[in-house]
């Protein structure tokens, strides 16, 4: 039998939000599997697990650029903070964006390749390096090219947004900001990972078959909360944030509008930070 670390336990209390013996038990039933005991905490108590991949774990910013119906997010990464407020930092990421949308690199290392007013995106990495005496990398980025229009918003410079979409400016930035806040995974329902959905049926299917109730109202049951489900996580399934009682279909079918994709960036998003423990470290330091 696998050991089952308090480490294990407290990763997946920090997952799900339920209690540590809870915990404990899942991950003795599931041998260990860290993915199987959620998926039996989620059966047991309908509690809707958080992911662990949203956490923030990095420190950085998105940079983005919109010109002549492209644009582009990228996020940059640094050690701390502070220095992702400076401006050399910023100019980084900002440097990087453009090169993006008027490149179109095929990953992040053409994009290091590209030049942006006479200096290459590399270059300009080394330099701030160099000035601010971090390490930093380009992690990921996006580049949308549309007939229609592009939105980007960004908040507070850790969440980034785009989208490529027809209509009214103003629609656009709604649009943007409502992603942010909202964050869902697809544009509509048919856009839904194939394996997400099968997951989600299994987990719907397991958690009505312990009410007790009859096959064919346990079959509504399911269907009733898939489709919440596709509703919760699709942009013209969610109710607007500006207007609760209208979804986003509903005010782009007012508006004449529509959207054909977003996508959106959240600084440090699936990094895992590793914790120091200053204590311990001085602790050994001083058996030296």
Known sequence: MAEITAKMVSDLRVATGLGMMECKKALVEAEGDFAKAEEILRIKSGNK???MAGRLAAEGI???????????????NCETDFVAKDPTFVALAT??????????????EALGAVEVDGVQVEEIRKAAIAKLGENMTIRRFVRY??????????????????????GAEQVGKDVAMHIAASKPLCVSKDQVPAETLEQERKIYT?????????????????????????????????????????TVEKLLAEQKASVKAFAMFVVGEG??????????????????
């Not at 990087?96 to 490149?103: F, G, M, P």
């Not at 939105?151 to 027809?166: C, Q, R």
């Not at 990094?271 to 030296?288: C, F, R, S």
């Open 145 to 166: 090219q549309t007939e229609g229009a592009i939105a980007t918003y960004l908040h507070g410079a850790k969440i980034g947004v785009i989208v490529d979409y027809a």
């Open 271 to 288: 990094i895992e930070k590793k914790v120091v423990d200053y204590a311990a470290e001085v602790a050994a330091a001083a058996k030296l």
């Open 49 to 51: 697990a958080s992911k």
């Open 206 to 246: 397991a958690q009505a078959a312990e009410s007790g109730k009859p096959a064919d109202i346990v079959a509504k049951m399911v269907e009733g909360r898939v489709n919440k489900f596709l509703a919760e996580v699709t942009l013209l399934g969610q109710p607007f944030v500006k207007n609760p009682d209208q």
């Open 62 to 76: 998105i940079g983005s650029y919109v010109e002549a119906g492209v644009g582009a997010l990228v996020e940059v």
């Open 95 to 108: 440097a990087a964006a453009k090169a993006v949308a008027i490149a179109n690199p095929a990953d992040v």
